[in-house]
């Protein structure tokens, strides 16, 4: 396997954690069945929601929870060894859940309702800032490339509108996006 491929693979690997960390809540306040929010009711300074219900406590925990899980048994698992540290995993499903609970905010300042569509921020805000919070920690790893990252990005904004439709047609979303 070539130094790119080898690399792509290592860091769709790596960002695992954070895909399976914001795409639990979906699917983890379905089965709770009840959902808390965050902000508890809460209004900024511009008279709007801090986030809105669609940020819960349910589902920061349990993002933060299953994206933590996945790591660790790759942690140990995976022959790739992509984490540096088995803190790694919780700070990249910490930033995924501190980017999508910042693109509420920014869509509350905005004026958008839930569920309303934000480009680029609803498909990459979660990654960046899950690996912003991992990169802070422990630095930018080896194999990543600016080539791996941008298709990285490229992958990420696919595969979040994919499974959002998906998940939308089994009815776990509302809304296909």
């Given at each position: ?65 299953a994206g933590t899980i996945i790591g660790i048994l790759i942690y140990y698992l995976a ?51 899950s690996l912003l919070f991992s990169i802070s920690i422990y630095g930018v790893p080896e ?35």
């Amino acid at each position: 396997m070539s130094g790119f491929y080898e690399n792509l693979l290592k860091v769709m690997v790596y960002v695992l954690p954070s895909y399976v960390a914001n795409a639990t809540p979906v699917v983890a306040v379905k089965i709770i069945g009840r959902s808390t929010p965050i902000d508890r009711g809460l209004h900024a300074w511009d008279g709007r929601r801090l986030f809105g219900d669609g940020k819960t406590v349910e589902g920061l925990l349990s993002g933060i929870f299953a994206g933590t899980i996945i790591g660790i048994l790759i942690y140990y698992l995976a022959p790739l060894n992509v984490f540096r540290g088995l803190s790694e995993p919780l700070l990249l499903s910490v930033g995924a859940m501190g980017g999508d609970i910042f693109g509420s905010f920014v869509k509350r300042r905005l004026g958008m309702e839930r569920g309303k569509p934000l480009p680029i921020l609803d498909q990459l805000g979660f990654l960046i800032f899950s690996l912003l919070f991992s990169i802070s920690i422990y630095g930018v790893p080896e194999w990543l490339s600016i080539d791996v990252f941008l298709i990285l990005l490229l992958i990420t904004f696919i595969l979040h509108i994919t499974t959002n439709m998906f998940a939308y047609l089994i009815k776990l979303k509302d809304k296909p996006y």
